[in-house]
């Protein structure tokens, strides 16, 4: 096989498109993101060569800097997001709900105990 030939099956149409797929699917963890933000805050290079060098569009890494100042700026300023989802808090919600029912009847049955133990004595 010489070099022409596998040129030609590396850019077959098959191969091109698994080829922009797999850089399409490429994702950034949120480690990753900070990482590449804090190397822009820094200054010692442009936001363009960060964005050349890590393969993403300016537009996405001005996105992730906006996110990572508002996180930021919230946390500053003492507004902390819950760690629970709103579902999480509904079901504890009702788990506690239900807890102080339980104790309620717990009460109620302890009194009827306590009076009849009283009018035996």
Same mark, same amino acid.
């Given at each position: !096989?010489?070099? !022409?030939?596998?040129?030609?099956?590396?850019?077959?149409?098959?191969?091109?498109?698994? +080829?922009?797929?797999?850089?399409?699917?490429?994702?950034?963890?949120?480690? %990753?993101?900070?990482? =590449?933000? !804090?190397?822009? =805050?820094?200054?010692? #290079?442009?936001?363009?060569?960060?964005?050349?060098?890590?393969?993403?569009? %300016?537009? %996405?890494?001005? @996105?992730?800097?906006?996110?990572? *100042?508002?996180?930021? @700026?919230? /946390?500053?300023?003492? +507004? #902390?997001?819950?760690?629970?989802?709103? $579902?999480?808090?509904? +079901? *504890? /919600?009702?788990?506690?709900? /239900?807890? @102080?029912?339980?104790?309620? +009847?717990?009460?109620?049955?302890? $009194? =009827?105990?306590?009076?009849?133990?009283? =009018?035996?004595?």
């Amino acid at each position: !096989m010489n070099v !022409m030939e596998t040129k030609s099956k590396k850019q077959t149409p098959e191969n091109f498109v698994k +080829d922009v797929r797999r850089k399409a699917r490429r994702l950034f963890t949120s480690e %990753q993101k900070i990482l =590449i933000v !804090m190397e822009a =805050i820094r200054g010692e #290079t442009s936001v363009a060569e960060i964005c050349r060098k890590y393969g993403i569009h %300016q537009t %996405q890494f001005y @996105k992730w800097n906006k996110q990572f *100042l508002e996180a930021g @700026k919230k /946390r500053l300023a003492g +507004d #902390t997001t819950r760690e629970a989802t709103s $579902d999480e808090v509904a +079901d *504890l /919600r009702k788990e506690n709900q /239900r807890l @102080k029912e339980m104790v309620a +009847d717990l009460m109620l049955r302890y $009194d =009827i105990v306590k009076k009849s133990l009283s =009018i035996l004595e």
